[in-house]
């Protein structure tokens, strides 16, 4: 066999043995070499020749031997959720992993999306990660407890409210649902409806937007509809309907969850009949793409952060390297701001 | 301190010696019960005091000692990539892993998006994965040398061709714009035009999408226009009353490479006075929620899969036991079909 070439058939995968002896080299300095060991002096003779055997070889080093020597990895765990990933949130995601990879981290995502409390915890401890970044409601004090015991640095929860076991990024759809009701108050709507989403994985979302609706309607004394809708245009044409023949029972304005459902209702109160604004005022949320593109162009609620993809990057790796663990941390992420178009 | 609670200041993380001296038993049979260790005959009372005292110590199994005592690791390692995420990719990347987890596999997403050839093989050798699901344009022989000599098992490409170096699921795009072009020549188009977005990570896909298109065209004698779009409203205005001022340049039939640049293009040619499908047809692809929202009802391609996310799962798990390495090995994904409503 030419050993010039790593073949997919050389059997055992080569070790640093392996290199070392084809450099003429003991295994330590294929080490510090390797490792990029700081401190060390070798000459760069040395070195080019224990990168080019390790290269002929296709020696990797090996991540594992690499955590069991130092105790700890880099790595910042993001385990899989179950939350749809819209682009908003996955444009953060990428984002932050960028930035996270440039302060020397390795972000890995992975595990069981149904997965909570110290069952998960456990799973997720084996990776020895140096931070784990998780939606709040999957964890539990034991669980912290036990991802703290394994050496974990700090543990990132995130969601709509501060957990009360690790420091929070704390994203609040409630904030949402309130920039929407202040709007549509102001704009004269005298009974307002929301949207909650029935699908599952949304209508938590749908809840919390809800609330924020709610509670601006109760401060000005205006009563809020709930009007539970999948994304199914029969359910929409009938909800429709429904306000065509009882006028009464009609809000003069809703808020839509998002761009996605208000344009559903809006075809739908159209189709009936309606006229948005004028009967109706439509306000959605995230400010999509579409949003312009629908006809009258549809006012959405734009979400903002406070902090960057690389402000959150940088804040989480001085976390790690600080090992903060306060619970009373928070790092307050959604702020609103209202797009008036034509729909309202 | 109390040793029932796990603490976070408990300093230095628990190791299976320290169970071993909590349970009064030897490391080995700490190791043996941990593990499931098959064949190996250990009473149950002595099960339950090993696991009662990993618990209470928070000790969790240490995923890298048993890599390196294995050799390989039941991980499947999907590199990050820059492919922007749609809900279908979503969807099938979730259902697969959720299979590849019940069939005992660890499902990791890591990587620099941007990494190929050797050096990202290095980085992804590091985790002696069993397997790796890459986009083909990032393979090179020598990546795939690397991974095979670290003792990866199978490396699974997927892409829109065959990789030459590896086995590879094959989404053919080209068929998307084909399916487009079939249906609008044969409701009488005679002069095509197809969309290619100019947005970074999607002018791949629209290129191969136009393919199609142009293929098709050519077997009929049909003239296609490629049209350069990003997601904007105004270019898209421009496009339009071009066309409206030029009626000889003008397609009676357009692929609107999706259902998002779809409504874009449909909402400039309507508010430039030309009518849909009078003047000129058009088609999307998806088949996203809102095609039927749109009025005209828009037509859409449909992407079939023939193989489900579970039976790639499978598949991929059959490929790693049989350390299947052929390159000439595809697994064919793309079908389509012709949604027609009202706008073409």
Known sequence: MDDHTPGPRSGRPPTSTDVARAAGVSQATVSYVLNDAPGVRISQETRVKVREAAERLGYAPHASARVLRTGRSDIVLIPTSTIPVGRLVAELDMAMSERLRRLGHTVVHFGDPRSRGVAAARVWAEWRPAAVFVEAHRLTAAAVSQLYAAGVATVLAFGPEPSPYAPTFVFDDGNVGACAAEHLIARGSAALAAVVPTEHGLDGFGLRRLEGVARVARAHDV?????DLPFDEERANEIATGWTRDPGARP?????YNDEYAMLLMRALQDAGL???????VVGADDLPLAPLLRPRLSSVRVL??????????????MIADGERDP???IRASRTEMIVRESS
């Open 252 to 256: 003069d304005g809703v808020f839509a």
């Open 328 to 330: 009373a941390t928070t």
């Open 305 to 318: 952060t406070d902090i960057t993809p690389d402000d959150l990057a940088e804040r989480l790796a001085k």
């Open 223 to 227: 009563p809020v509809a709930r009007v």
């Open 275 to 281: 006229d948005i604004p004028g009967d109706i005022a």
